[in-house]
């Protein structure tokens, strides 16, 4: 089997990969059926699913007092990757993070994810809990997706948490992690944010996702510094074309990222949403062909809330 760390090696022409999130909790599978019919004509290397942790809610009770309810409202990444390989036959990349999962807990999902033979992952920390202002890791849980990288090695040399098992078979992992051009919120510089990166890619990660970006230069500015730093695997980069005005100040703001100038302005004149999701499909195309007019081969789309879009996008690009 190629591994989608292979297929990214290896690719001789521009190609074309897009991320989904599974559905919220009581919604069919039919909406992530509907991103993949809208996008899979352009062949998709693969396809990522994002993984998500728990939240907790405060509800009002009786007596004046506040119920806590704990709720997973996406749930699903494993049995989405398995029923989009089975169904479209397209190579799938689920996510696995840290953030609000047990060791225990990650170690029943990688073997789910190899009985289904799907063993291609993207090993990430994940997101904070929605109402925490830092990042807190789970009881028993990975703190850094470094930690997790050692765990999925441990599976892959046979190497169960359970260490009473007589006869463990050795998993086939392949797996690529998250990097940050405009650096990662908590880093105290890029530098430093870099030392991490090293060490996810020195244990074992043969390729990086980058974080949305809408300004080109930081995306090359910072494969040279990878280059620099000895990082020498593939770096893919991520881009989200902008569909509503409001992302203009939403987006910076969870996911650390500068919006240019040129293009702000242009998203401060559009009229509605319709208008700006025109704008932003423009920039996109601008974005991608100049990304691949520098050599980049393949190009990873943020489909949420954006997949017609993307395939506009896509429609002027492959
Ligand atoms: P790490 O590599 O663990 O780094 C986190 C921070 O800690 C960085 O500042 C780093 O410099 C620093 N650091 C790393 N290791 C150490 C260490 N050992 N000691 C001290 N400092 C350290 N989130 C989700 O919840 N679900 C998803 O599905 C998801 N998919 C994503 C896909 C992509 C392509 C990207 C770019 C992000 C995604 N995220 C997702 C968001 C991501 O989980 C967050 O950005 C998270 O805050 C960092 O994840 P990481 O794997 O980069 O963390």
């Not at 993949?36 to 290397?45: E, H, R, S, T, V």
């Not at 289904?116 to 703190?143: C, M, S, T, W």
């Not at 390729?207 to 893919?236: L, W």
């Not at 991520?238 to 302005?265: C, M, S």
Request: glycine share 6%; hydrophobic share 40%; proline share 5%.
């Amino acid at each position: 089997m190629t591994t989608a760390a292979q297929s990214i090696r290896e690719l001789k022409a521009p190609a074309f990969s897009f991320e989904l999130l599974p559905p919220l909790k009581g919604n069919s599978i039919s909406r992530v059926y509907r991103t993949i019919d809208a996008l899979k004509d352009f062949k998709p290397l693969f396809v990522n699913i994002t993984s998500h942790r728990d939240e907790v809610v405060f509800r009002s009770a009786d007596g004046g007092l506040y119920e806590r309810k704990v709720t997973r409202k996406r749930p699903g990444t494993v049995a989405v990757a398995a029923s989009i390989k089975h169904r479209y036959g397209i190579p799938v990349v689920p996510h696995i993070i840290c953030s609000g999962f047990t060791r225990s807990e990650t170690e029943y999902a990688l073997i789910d994810l190899n009985f289904l033979g799907i063993h291609d992952v993207l090993l990430l920390r994940g997101d904070k809990a929605q109402r925490d202002r830092f990042y807190e890791p789970a009881e028993a849980g990975n703190a850094y997706a470094i930690e997790l990288i050692e765990q999925v090695n441990n599976l892959n040399k046979g190497v169960f948490l359970d260490d009473t098992l007589a006869e463990a078979f050795e998993t086939p992992f392949s797996f690529g992690v998250a990097g940050y051009p405009e650096k990662h919120e908590e880093a105290p510089n890029l530098d430093s944010d870099l030392f991490w990166l090293k060490k996810k890619v020195d244990a074992g990660a043969e390729y990086v996702v980058t974080q949305m970006f809408f300004d080109n230069s930081k995306y090359f500015a910072f494969v040279e510094k990878c280059r620099a730093a000895g990082i020498t695997v593939p770096i893919v980069p991520g881009l989200k074309p902008i569909t509503l005005q409001n992302q203009l100040t939403v987006l910076p703001k969870i996911f650390h990222t500068d919006i240019p100038e040129d293009f702000a302005r242009a998203l401060r004149t559009c009229k509605n949403d319709e208008e700006a999701a025109r704008v932003g499909v423009e920039w996109t195309t601008m974005q991608a062909r100049d990304l691949l007019d520098n050599g980049v081969k393949l190009l990873h789309f943020y489909t949420m809330m954006a997949t017609q879009s993307v395939r506009k996008v896509a429609e002027q690009i492959y």
